[in-house]
């Protein structure tokens, strides 16, 4: 089938041997000029070769971009979630699913640089990356082509791929050319291992996925039997320094991710509700950002008036569905977001936690902003409190349900 006039189009491109076919395909399918783009958001993996690939490929010097948003990433993006103690389904951190509307976004910046009417991405049909993508390239360029080669081409399966590699001459590492026993997605929030080997709910997590030589966390098994006590100091809701020493945004989640690894914390086994309507289950790794929580948390338990706090509890899970769903950069999350944003002014001092076999316990807070009065809530003296006060408070909270228990009583309505 014919396809759609294409003249350039920007791949997000990791250099593997799916976007590397990808690249192939696409200027096979489409006859356009192809720029790649890679991401580095501290995923760890070494991204000179990238650009090597792209070269070997055919792909202008000119027309290949790799950039370092490592503290954009951080910054603009894992900061604000966490202001909103962001979780997915009661567990979920969101490490994949905030990655996507930065890279989205560079990708569609990129695009206008150069001149391109198309931006194209490797996520398969069945995730929920395609809607991540796919709703951020709308947003920031409404009339942008999408090319989602796994909804268009007609491979079936992975020896379709290589073959295809082959013909082409397209590179193929040592041991890809079996399928791998589970895909890995990182970034420098977070690891995330799913399929193949994974997906049986009902069977331990194997080894090959817990103690494979890249992971980010060890097993709280194999963690120190010594605790640590670290302190983590807040300003406006965002980290800003460990151990009273302050640091860039991506330098200080690298050091929590350091911690957190080291006690073997931030290792999770879930099953999730994809958006496109399965469920999947996967082994999550998010040392840095476990510890983060608690401590933003633990900061705000004494700085964030009652109501605020709880209208954060109703607001979050409407929060965190929007960034799993891909709508970073619609109207409701930039509302959302400023109504978590003007919470945060007061929530600032120092957190200490205890780090141990996996779990992060709180043991010390402290506010020049704190709402906590000991005063008024000591045992040894009244502070300003009156006691019989509550007499009538409890009383007119109680007033329905004694109107409703004279009603029963009498076995009909009152008059």
Not at 270 to 282: A, I, W
Not at 310 to 325: F, I, Q, S, W
Request: glycine share 10%.
């Amino acid at each position: 089938m014919s396809q759609p006039k294409v003249k350039k189009v920007v791949l997000a491109y990791s250099g593997g041997l799916d976007t590397s076919i990808i690249l192939k395909w696409l200027e096979e399918t489409y006859g356009c000029e192809v720029v790649t783009f890679t991401a580095d958001l501290g995923q760890g993996e070494e991204l000179a070769p990238a650009r090597e690939k792209a070269l070997k490929m055919g792909v202008k010097a000119e027309n290949i971009f790799i950039d370092d948003l490592r503290e954009e990433f951080v910054r603009d993006f894992v900061w604000p979630m966490f202001r909103a103690n962001t979780l997915y389904e009661g567990q979920y951190l969101l490490g994949t699913s905030i990655a996507r509307p930065l890279i989205a976004k560079r990708q569609i910046e990129i695009a206008n640089l150069v001149g391109a009417d198309a931006v194209c991405h490797g996520a398969t049909g069945k995730g929920n990356d395609q809607v991540r993508f796919e709703v951020s390239y709308y947003a920031l360029k409404p009339d942008v082509k999408v090319i989602a080669p796994w909804r268009e081409w007609e491979f079936e399966g992975r020896p379709d791929l290589i073959a295809y590699a082959k013909k082409h001459g397209i590179p193929i590492a040592q041991g890809k050319e079996q399928a791998a026993p589970f895909s890995i997605d990182a970034n420098l929030l977070h690891t995330s291992s799913e399929g193949l080997a994974l997906e049986d709910p009902d069977v331990e997590v194997p080894d090959i996925v817990t103690k494979r030589g890249d992971r980010r966390t060890i097993t709280p098994e194999e963690a120190p039997d010594q605790a640590e006590t670290i302190t983590l100091s807040f300003e406006r809701g965002d980290l800003v320094a460990i151990n009273g020493k302050p640091m860039k945004a991506h330098e200080l989640l690298a050091e929590l991710n350091r911690l957190g690894s080291k006690h073997g914390i931030g290792g999770l086994d879930l099953v999730e509700n994809r958006y496109v309507g399965m469920k999947s289950r996967g082994f999550y790794e998010t040392p840095g950002g476990t510890i983060l929580w608690y401590g933003h948390r633990a900061i705000e338990s004494i700085t964030l008036d009652r109501g605020a706090m709880h209208l954060k509890d109703e607001l979050m899970p409407k929060y965190a569905g929007l960034v799993y769903n891909g709508f970073w950069w619609t109207p409701e999350r930039k509302m959302l977001q400023a109504a978590i944003d003007a919470s945060q002014e007061s929530v600032a001092g120092d957190v200490k936690l205890k780090l141990y076999k996996g779990g992060v316990r709180t043991v010390g807070r402290s506010s020049p902003y704190s709402l906590y009065s000991k005063k008024l809530v000591g045992f040894d003296e009244a502070g300003g409190y009156n006691q019989a006060d509550a007499e009538g408070f409890i009383k007119l909270n109680a007033l329905r349900l004694r109107i409703l228990a004279e009603r029963d009583k009498e076995g009909g309505k009152n008059e």
